[in-house]
């Protein structure tokens, strides 16, 4: 399996961009599909992006499309999250987890990171 950390989380204002990362590490990052979720208290783990392992394909949340923008770098083992015009609405843990299938589940992903806290507010 693959251990995963996520960092860049913190408090920003509305309308401002973030950048997640996540590190990678102890096996083959190149071979996962790989994917960004997000929890607030009391709900469930929410889908935001995925990417297939040679990053050429790109899925998202209707909720996220077209503000975010999953990438990664096979090369460093990392992935990453752009977030734009972020809202209030788009605080909550970030997750990054690792998978055999590119998926909108979190059922399908076997490794996932602590999570990184983003609040959203003025």
């Known amino acids: 399996q693959v251990q995963l950390v996520e960092s860049g989380g913190k408090l920003v204002q509305p309308g401002d961009s973030l950048r997640l990362s996540c590190a990678a590490a102890?096996?083959?990052?190149?071979?996962?599909?790989m994917g960004w979720f997000r929890q607030v208290p009391g709900k469930g783990r929410e889908y935001v992006a995925h990417?297939?392992?040679?990053?050429?394909?790109?899925g998202y949340s209707d909720s996220v499309q077209g503000r975010f923008i999953i990438s990664r770098d096979n090369t460093k083992n990392t992935l990453a999250l752009e977030m734009n015009s972020v809202k209030p609405e788009d605080t909550a843990v970030y997750y990054c987890a690792a998978g055999e299938l590119a998926s909108t589940s979190p059922r399908d992903y076997k490794s996932w990171g602590p999570g990184t806290h983003v609040t959203v507010s003025s």
């Open positions: 990417i297939v392992p040679n990053g050429n394909r790109r």
């Open positions: 102890g096996s083959t990052f190149s071979s996962y599909a």
